[in-house]
């Protein structure tokens, strides 16, 4: 049974300057929040989030954030999980990734099932990251390139947070 929605619709573009290997977080700039009503409250996080990065093509990561904090549990059936890929060497663990395509970026589709045993607010927000070798600016709603052209789009991202009943 679903308790509450909340959703954010972000039509804006955000920026950040991310270095070679770190994680720059969208807490400020894209996040939803939600307060469940029972500590027993499932959060589901669904919605979508159009991602660039600056340059060639460069692989894009994201995890989920909740609290400002890399999310580390996910329900999984009846008990939780890593919400990110098993560990493999040196590559990166993360929830999602694609290719981004100089000049358009990619749609990423958001989709999540937390248990935040809490009904204080959470806010559910993302961390993205890049695959060169040096700092890129990476963006939200933005293609990559500024040309005011027909060939480009300027497009929205959603988050929505759903309580639902737990079990």
Same mark, same amino acid.
């Not at 954010?8 to 770190?22: E, L, P, R, Y």
């Not at 990619?106 to 990251?129: E, G, I, M």
């Given at each position: ?44 996080? *669904? ?51 694609? *290719? ?40 939200i709603n933005e293609v990559n390139g500024t040309q005011n052209s027909t060939s480009f789009q300027r497009s929205c991202s959603v988050f929505i947070a759903m309580e639902i009943a737990g079990w």
């Amino acid at each position: 049974r679903v308790l509450q929605v909340v959703q954010t619709v972000k039509t804006d573009i955000s920026s950040f300057s991310t270095g070679s290997g770190s994680f720059s977080n969208t807490d400020s700039a894209f996040a939803v929040t939600i307060a469940p009503s029972s500590t027993s409250s499932l959060i589901y996080l *669904n919605g979508f989030v159009n991602v660039a990065v600056s340059g060639q093509v460069s692989q894009v990561n994201i995890n989920y954030r909740r609290g400002g904090a890399d999310l580390t549990t996910a329900v999984d059936g009846g008990s939780t999980t890593s919400p990110i890929g098993d560990a493999n060497g040196v590559r990166k663990r993360v929830a999602a990734s694609g *290719n981004n395509t100089d000049p358009a970026g990619n749609c990423f589709t958001l989709a999540l099932l937390d248990k935040p045993n809490s009904t204080s607010a959470q806010t559910y927000s993302l961390s993205l990251s890049h695959g060169s070798g040096s700092s890129r600016s990476m963006y939200i709603n933005e293609v990559n390139g500024t040309q005011n052209s027909t060939s480009f789009q300027r497009s929205c991202s959603v988050f929505i947070a759903m309580e639902i009943a737990g079990w």
